[in-house]
Antibody, heavy 128, light 110 residues
Framework: QLQLQESGPGLVKPSETLSLTCTVSGDSISSSNYFWGWIRQSPGKGLEWIGSIYYGGSTYYNPSLKSRVTISVDTSKNQFSLKLSSVTAADTAVYYC????????????????????WGRGTLVTVSS | QSALTQPPSASGSPGQSVTISCTGTSSDVGGYNYVSWLQQHPGKAPKVVIYEVTKRPSGVPDRFSGSKSGNTASLTVSGLQAEDEADYYCSSYAGSNNLVFGRGTRLTVL
C-alpha cells in the first residue's frame, strides 16, 4: 500500500530556507500517471497548494510562492523535496506531501484530477 | 488565484442532510470537471471523499455526493452520522497548471 512520509526540521529561523523531503513507499515515484505535490496548512487556516512535480522533473508552482519555491525529485531514492527560501512567521504551517492524479498534458499544460493520497503532515515553525 | 469560497460552518442533526457549497469562477470550478472534496478530522491528513465533481472513491459511503452548477460545486452529506463531523475542503484545477483550494467548512453534527 502506498505511503507518503514527510521529514525535515521542525524549526526554521526567519530569512532561512525551509527544506522538507517526502519519501514514497509501496510504489514507484516514476509513474506516468501521477504528479507529486506539496500543500501547506497554516494554523487554523485552510489548505494552500505550493507546487507539484513530475518524475521527469517538470515543476509547476503556486504563482504566489513561485519566487521562493523549488521542488525537486530523486527517483533513485523514491523521494521528492521542497525548498522554501526567505521564510517568515507566515510560513509556519503543517506541510503535507501528496500524490496528484494526472488527467493529461497537452501543449505544455497539464490537467490534474485530484490529490488521492496524502502524508500525515509535518509541522514547521518559523521562529528565532 | 483566489481561494474558492466556502461557508465557514454548516451543521445538521444525525440522519439529516447537509449541503456545503464551493464557489469559484469560470477559470476554475466552472471551467473544469476537476473539482474534488476533502474531509479532514482534527489532527489528521485530508482524505478525498469526492473527485471529478461527482465520483466517490472506493470505501467512501454513498451518503456523500457531489454536484456542480456553473461556478458553484456542492457536497451533500445525507443521513448525517457523528463521524461525519470534520472540516471539508473543496479543490479545483484552475487552469494553466494551477490548483486552488477552498477556505474550508467546519461541519458540526448536532
Amino acid at each position: 500500500q502506498l505511503q507518503l512520509q514527510e521529514s525535515g526540521p521542525g524549526l526554521v529561523k526567519p530569512s532561512e530556507t525551509l527544506s522538507l523531503t517526502c519519501t514514497v513507499s509501496g510504489d514507484s515515484i516514476s509513474s506516468s500517471n501521477y504528479f507529486w505535490g506539496w500543500i501547506r496548512q497554516s494554523p487554523g487556516k485552510g489548505l494552500e497548494w505550493i507546487g507539484s512535480i513530475y518524475y521527469g522533473g517538470s515543476t509547476y508552482y503556486n504563482p504566489s510562492l513561485k519566487s521562493r519555491v523549488t521542488i525537486s525529485v530523486d527517483t533513485s531514492k523514491n523521494q521528492f523535496s521542497l525548498k522554501l527560501s526567505s521564510v517568515t512567521a507566515a510560513d509556519t504551517a503543517v506541510y503535507y506531501c501528496a500524490r496528484l492524479i494526472l488527467g493529461y498534458c497537452l501543449n505544455g499544460v497539464c490537467y490534474w484530477r485530484y490529490f488521492d493520497l496524502w502524508g500525515r503532515g509535518t509541522l514547521v515553525t518559523v521562529s528565532s | 488565484q483566489s481561494a474558492l469560497t466556502q461557508p465557514p460552518s454548516a451543521s445538521g442533526s444525525p440522519g439529516q442532510s447537509v449541503t456545503i457549497s464551493c464557489t469559484g469562477t469560470s477559470s476554475d470550478v466552472g471551467g473544469y470537471n476537476y473539482v474534488s472534496w476533502l474531509q479532514q478530522h482534527p489532527g489528521k491528513a485530508p482524505k478525498v471523499v469526492i473527485y471529478e465533481v461527482t465520483k466517490r472513491p472506493s470505501g467512501v459511503p454513498d451518503r456523500f455526493s457531489g454536484s456542480k452548477s456553473g461556478n458553484t460545486a456542492s457536497l451533500t452529506v445525507s443521513g448525517l452520522q457523528a463521524e461525519d463531523e470534520a472540516d471539508y475542503y473543496c479543490s479545483s484545477y484552475a487552469g494553466s497548471n494551477n490548483l486552488v483550494f477552498g477556505r474550508g467548512t467546519r461541519l458540526t453534527v448536532l
